[in-house]
Each structure stands twice: as C-alpha cells, then as structure tokens.
C-alpha cells in the first residue's frame, strides 16, 4: 500500500505540475496514465464500470467523475480536479487534489484551502477505537465552520470507501456525521477520504454522460482524497505528496 500510494502520489504530481491555462483534460490524463505505466502500475480508475480514463478530471461546479476530453481547455483562474485510483503489485491507491489554473480567484483558492483542512480535520482523529461518525463530524464541523464569514457546505451524495487489494471494499466512509456513531475502527483497516466540499448548495446530479457528477447551482466544487490506513496508535498516509516529490 505504501508503494502504491507513493505512485498516485507521483502520478498526481507530474499532472498537478502541468495544470495551466490552456491545456486539455486529456493532456493532463495522459501524464497521469503514462507516469503510472512507466513504473510498472496500472491506471485502475480505466474500465472501472466502463470509465474511459486514467482520472476523472473535473472543472470547477463539475464536482467529480468528469471525463478528461481534448475539447475540454482549462481557462485561466479554473478549479481542476484530479482524482484516481493506482494499482501496483496487486494493491490499490486512490488520490485527489484540486488544482488552480493560472491566477486562483479569491474564493476558488478559500474553497481548495479549506477542502484540504477538512481532509487533515477528519485524518487527525483516525485510530484504533474511533469511529467512522468521529471521522465524518470532523471533516464536517471542518467544512461548515464560517471563518471570516465564510463557510462551504459538504457534498453528501457521495463518499469514501474501504481500499487495498480491491478498488471499493466496505465499509462506506460519510464525510459527515455524529462522534461516536458508525463503525469502530480497527488496526490495519485501509481507508479512501475523499471529501468534497461545494461553495453553494450540496444538491448534485449526473449530466447525460453517465459520470460528470454537477452541483444543481453550478457552486465550485473542490476536493481532497488521501489513502490512509489505520496504525495501532493513529494513522498512516500513503498517499503523502511531499515524500513524492
């Protein structure tokens, strides 16, 4: 998982690096298809359920799920969202981040910040004992708080989800919640935290495609996932982009 993990990492890296005004979401999918190929992984968000692509890649009120396309050209100031799984070795490691092409607009770069506080809110209380409603409450108080009057509001359509050998394992992981409820966490339980946060309503739908997951006010979306698994005194993230870079 490890080794995985550092690859998404790396992966999401080479794209991330390349995010500017201009390029297609199909150029960007491509580096992240080719840098996992190159190190001997394979793209496994590719044919998942019949996705055509490596990533989803998706712009600003596109909240998840897009599909990369040469059509698709960021313009300057975008929220792009970079999201996929990489399998090596038989394991499975799923990350995301959201990137700014070209000048962030003020609230584009509120909303990406605070997309990551939320994700290190609910990976902070991660251990042996605690549970799935501590993890969810967490990144929730996280998202709603209004700081300099301003709070965003989590996306509950959707969620994170058990991980490893399998690209979705139980259990489902709500990215809201109550402390104390839902399942108790064990020792060497891998985990997928991928919260979305929307700068608007959190009312989604799927567009026509059959993936390009919409907020019904065209609000922002940004998100932040790690891979993480749970240690016998807290949690380890697999997926750290600062040891791959």
Avoid: Y
């Avoid at 790396?10 to 390029?23: F, H, M, P, T």
């Avoid at 897009?66 to 038989?90: C, W």
Wanted: aromatic share 4%.
């Amino acid at each position: 998982m490890r080794q995985a993990g550092q690859l998404a990492a790396q992966a999401l890296a080479a794209a991330g690096a390349a995010v500017r005004s201009g390029i297609s979401t199909a150029e960007l999918d491509a580096i992240v298809e080719t840098t996992i190929r190159a190190a001997g992984g394979e793209p496994a968000t590719k044919g998942m359920r019949g996705f055509p692509a490596a990533a989803c890649i998706s712009v600003n009120h596109v909240a998840c799920h897009g599909i990369p396309s040469p059509a698709k050209r960021l313009a300057d100031g975008d929220l792009v969202k970079i999201a996929f799984k990489a399998k090596l070795d038989g394991w499975h490691a799923g990350i995301c981040r959201t990137f700014h092409a070209g000048r962030p607009t003020p609230r584009g770069r509120l909303l990406v910040e605070r997309a990551e506080q939320a994700l290190a809110a609910g990976l902070a209380v991660l251990r042996p004992g605690a549970t799935l409603g501590d993890l969810g409450h967490a990144i929730q108080q996280a998202a709603e708080a209004r700081i300099a009057g301003v709070a965003f509001a989590v996306l509950r359509d959707l969620g994170g989800h058990g991980i490893g050998r399998e690209f979705f394992t139980e259990p489902h992981v709500h990215h809201w919640g109550r402390p104390g409820e839902g399942q108790v966490l064990d020792e060497g339980m891998f985990l997928s935290v991928q919260p979305i946060l929307v700068a608007g309503r959190p009312d989604a739908k799927t567009l026509a495609d059959g993936w390009s997951i919409v907020t019904r006010d065209r609000g922002w979306a940004a998100q932040a996932e790690h891979t993480v698994g749970i240690t016998a005194d807290g949690v380890e993230v697999f997926t750290d982009m600062s040891a791959a870079c």
